[in-house]
């Protein structure tokens, strides 16, 4: 499935718009009790085991995102948007966009 920020995918025109797709994750409170106890893996001011966590949460948002596209049919998800917002001390990452099919690759 091709995903994508953009409007359009180059070279493959819109045969069908399917309707907005979201995918979210949460991750709880505890998360951030983890990174801090793990503040030695910090490097240059980097924490890799929060962006670790980061990035699971964000493939995790895309990944529901996709299965709900297929279900209604589509073959790509263009114009995504990834929001990360904090609620009562959780990271919510929440992806959406346009499901539609494209014309395959030729």
Sequence with gaps: M???TTPT?????VR?????VTG??????????????GIRDIVGGRSAAYEQSLAQAR???????MARARDLGGNAIVGVDLDYEVINNMLMVSASGTAVTIAEAG
Aim: proline share 3%; glycine share 12%; charged share 20%.
């Design 9 to 13: 995918v180059e070279g493959r025109p």
């Design 24 to 37: 979210e994750t949460i991750l709880g409170a505890n998360i951030f009790r983890d990174v801090f106890a």
């Design 2 to 4: 091709v995903v994508t």
């Design 16 to 20: 069908a718009y399917h309707g907005i």
């Design 59 to 65: 493939e995790t948002a895309i990944g529901e995102m």
